[in-house]
């Protein structure tokens, strides 16, 4: 399998309509949370799940929970619409398999930035399956996502209806918005 790709452009409007106003959706039913460091310092970045499970960070840990640390509900199922479009990213991304794993995804993660909110250099290693791709959508706002491949720093302008792949040997780098 590859590594990081960066599709531009990727979704028509009608398709980032339509995830905005489902995100709408899921935000209402498991409302944005502030998650923490594990020394209490809360991130910029909120963030809700749909799905089996949610991402979640307080001093704790970081880790998926299976019920909004809010609201104690199970988190909203995960609309069909999000499994297509996983699929398809992931096949222009030159992955195989994408539909196989755009059915087995188990939570979609919305994380929302503010005006000036950012999130610091991390590598995302709590999933069960840390070779398994992560596939990003960006709605909304342009935004600077940097990730470390080959030991440089690669910078790329994310707008709305971007989308993109970090697997393969990218799956575990650093990278931070």
């Known amino acids: 399998m590859g590594g990081f790709v ?3 452009g990727f979704l028509s409007q009608e398709q980032v309509d339509a995830l905005a106003e ?3 959706r899921i935000i209402a039913a498991a409302p944005l949370m502030a998650p923490t460091m594990r020394d209490g310092t809360s991130l910029k970045v909120r963030v809700t799940s749909a799905g089996a499970w949610g991402w979640w960070a307080d001093p704790k840990g970081y880790r998926y929970v299976e019920r909004h640390p809010t ?3 199970p988190f909203p199922p995960i609309d069909p619409l999000f499994r297509e ?3 398809q990213i992931l096949e222009s991304a ?4 994408g539909g196989a794993f755009a059915a087995s995804v188990d939570s979609v993660l919305i994380n929302w930035y503010a005006p000036g909110a950012s999130l610091g250099w991390h590598v995302d290693r709590t999933e069960e399956d840390t070779a398994a791709p992560i596939v990003s959508i960006s709605i909304g706002d342009t935004a600077l996502f ?6 440089q720093v690669q910078k790329y302008v994310l707008i709305n209806g971007d989308a993109c792949v970090q697997g393969g040997s990218s799956r575990a780098a650093e990278h931070r918005i």
């Open 94 to 97: 030159g992955y195989p398999g």
């Open 71 to 73: 609201t104690g509900q």
């Open 85 to 87: 479009l996983t699929a």
């Open 22 to 24: 489902e995100g709408r």
């Open 146 to 151: 940097e990730i470390k491949l080959d030991e």
């Open 6 to 8: 960066h599709l531009p």
